[in-house]
């Protein structure tokens, strides 16, 4: 069964359409295992042909003030609330989220717009007069043509991690979509066109490992910004920077929620298995293990009765593959074998009439133990893993031995446990009664340790730091009648 009807997916190339590539593969949505799309699947000679799309715009583009840019981003902000609708439901159909998730997803990336069309006001360089008659001033300064290589988790989203920052101050990009969810990306392009983006100063190539280790090679290309798993974030990071580019590279995640006795049963019930289960789990914040702390029964049985109500095809969207479904429920059925107990058991879901979609249920595994892949690895799955102790120092060192360092939250009513926890867990975001603590604009975004790989975060301010370099002027006027030993 055929789900929607799309065009088959091309590369953008300054303001063109093309795609005249070798390779190709199908789109499938996960919904229903049905195919939506194609997309080509492009060499370096394509990712070269965009550079020079992107080097042609460059100076140009360069040439506005930041608040001339930042036009186009409050016209694309428009017209995503104008498609609304549409937009929404291709990153249901590309992703496999449900309509709601995927509704939040665009208006996430309308929030993300907003923070970029607020840039003129943060981006108020410095200057100071040094000695007398010597001015020091600070500019930020475009780096230059820039790439972002997404995932396939949030096909809306992710892109605008970095297409409106870096644009709008001042650089040109590559983008490099995830294969699995190229569409979302296409339109986001398209509206950026019908918002008045000149051609070139955003182009996009389709592609897998080949286009993205022709990105990192590229020497006219700047810099690197990378979303995906840690094993590609690691191999993306060292060839970027071998290449002399900066990089940022955000990997995957083990997120461990610490839960108290003393803990608010229903915000925590609640809050957990909205984490673990939204988005089908396929959340680098998503809460994957939980160390229970003392008698906390009370809270785990209200967790699966809640967990029990999330239904596959209704309030839970699918995983985004076949293979996917295949490893989380590999994972179930290991920590089982091992000797946890499944509480809550999503394996062999099925949708009546999307048979042929990939669906995992809701799943709560109890009497993990610290040792266990599931409590080790990333599942990226709709599972929830609880190991149990008496001592919270203990939780705290199983939290920090994790190889991840994404997010980290505390469940517990009493603010001198809560601080002492968050003063001590090993992660880039961290949460008080809270299941998915993502620091909204215009805080930043980035994990630490193998979560994230770079020296800046993806979003909010940070990222200025990444799309800029500084340039420092020093002006001297009028200095001879006031010499001292710096003039
Ligand atoms: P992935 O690493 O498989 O793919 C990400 C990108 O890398 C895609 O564009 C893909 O085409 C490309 N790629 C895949 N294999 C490659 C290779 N061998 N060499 C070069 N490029 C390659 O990730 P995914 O499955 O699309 O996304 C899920 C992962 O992303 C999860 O691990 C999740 O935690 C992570 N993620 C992290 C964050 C974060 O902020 N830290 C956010 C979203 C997703």
């Known amino acids: ?16 359409y093309e795609s005249n590539e070798a390779r190709s593969m199908d789109v499938v949505s996960p919904l229903d295992g049905s195919v939506i799309s194609q997309v080509p699947l492009s060499g370096p000679g394509t990712v070269d042909k965009a550079v020079q799309a992107a080097k042609q715009a460059l100076p140009a583009w360069v040439n506005l003030t930041i608040k001339e840019r930042v036009q186009v981003l409050y016209k694309f902000r428009t017209l995503m609330e104008d498609n609304m609708h549409e937009l929404t439901n291709l990153v249901h159909q590309e992703n496999g989220k449900t309509y709601g998730e995927a509704k939040a997803e665009v208006l996430k990336g309308i929030e993300l717009t907003e923070f970029a069309c607020s840039l003129p006001q943060l981006l108020n360089d410095e200057i100071l007069e040094v000695s007398k008659g010597v001015e020091c001033r600070t500019t930020h300064v475009p780096v230059g043509i820039v790439a972002s290589i997404t995932p396939f988790n949030f096909p809306f989203m992710v892109p ?6 870096a644009i709008a101050l001042g650089n040109c990009m590559i983008v490099k979509p995830s294969e699995l969810v190229p569409l979302s990306t296409i339109r986001i392009a398209e509206l950026l066109k019908e918002a008045g983006l000149p051609d070139g100063v955003v182009n996009i190539v389709h592609g897998d490992k080949e286009v993205v280790e022709a990105i990192c090679d590229h020497p006219e290309i700047e810099a690197v910004s990378f979303v995906g798993s840690t094993r590609v974030a690691k191999i993306v990071y060292k060839r970027a920077t071998s290449n002399l580019k900066r990089c940022v590279s955000l990997g995957g995640a083990k997120n461990h ?8 049963e229903e915000m925590a019930a609640t809050n957990i298995a909205a984490s673990m289960s939204g988005c089908a789990g396929q959340r680098c914040m998503a809460a994957s293990a939980m160390v229970a702390v003392g008698q906390v029964d009370h809270i785990i049985n ?5 967990s029990r109500s999330i239904i596959p ?36 879901a099925t949708v009546e009439g999307k048979e042929g979609g990939f669906y995992v249920g809701p799943t709560v595994i109890d009497y993990v ?19 149990r102790t008496n001592d919270l120092d203990e939780a705290i060192r199983i939290e920090n031995s994790s190889n991840y360092g994404n997010a980290s939250s505390v469940f517990t009513q009493n603010g001198g446990l809560a601080k002492y ?4 867990v090993s992660a880039g975001m961290v949460g008080v009664n809270i299941g998915v ?3 909204r604009e215009p805080f930043s975004f980035g994990g630490w340790n193998e979560s994230r790989f770079g020296a800046h975060d993806i979003t909010g301010k940070s990222s200025i730091h990444f799309w800029t370099k500084l340039k420092k002027t020093t002006t001297k006027w009028n200095p001879e009648a006031f010499t001292n030993w710096m003039s």
């Not at 929620?257 to 608010?264: E, F, K, N, R, T």
């Not at 209200?302 to 809640?306: K, M, Q, Y």
């Not at 892949?373 to 609880?386: C, M, Q, Y």
């Open 313 to 348: 095809g209704e309030n839970l969207g699918s995983v985004i593959s076949k293979a996917a479904k295949e490893r989380i429920e590999k994972y179930i059925s290991e920590a089982e074998a091992a000797g946890a107990k499944v509480l809550v058991d999503g394996r062999n």
């Open 160 to 165: 605008l991690w970095t297409i409106p920052n």
């Open 437 to 439: 603590p993502v620091p």
């Open 421 to 424: 926890v968050m003063e001590r």
């Open 1 to 16: 069964m055929k789900t929607v009807d799309i065009a088959p997916a091309q590369n953008y190339i300054g303001g063109l």
């Open 369 to 387: 133990t610290p040792d266990m892949a599931i409590a080790k690895e990333e599942v990226f799955g709709p599972v929830l893993a609880i190991m």
């Open 257 to 264: 929620l610490i839960v108290l006795s003393d803990a608010h």
């Open 302 to 306: 209200r967790l699966c009765e809640v």
